[in-house]
């Protein structure tokens, strides 16, 4: 089973991989970067495999560079908010 099945299995996978990024002394800049480049690599990749990736792509497909950006940059809050909780 991939990670990308299950929405709350991606969150946690991304939730791992920023507290590692976090610890290794990635500055917020370089995370965001990060996850922009990701989020692009998925949409142009990676076939949504439930609702929510769905609904992330379509908006992602229709957002110019800098939205792009902030829907990578609302991942991140969202997985920081997950695992402070």
Do not use: C
Not at 32 to 52: F, Q
């Amino acid at each position: 089973m991939s990670v990308l099945d299950n929405f709350g299995q991606w969150k946690n996978f991304l939730s791992d991989r920023l507290q590692h990024a976090e610890h290794e002394g990635m500055n917020h800049d370089a995370i965001s970067n990060l996850a922009t480049e990701i989020g692009g690599y998925l949409a142009n990749h990676v076939e949504p495999k439930n609702d929510e990736e769905k609904i992330l792509a379509e908006l992602w497909k229709v957002a110019d560079d800098n939205e792009k950006h902030a829907i990578a940059n609302m991942m991140v809050k969202l997985v920081q908010n997950d695992s402070s909780h």
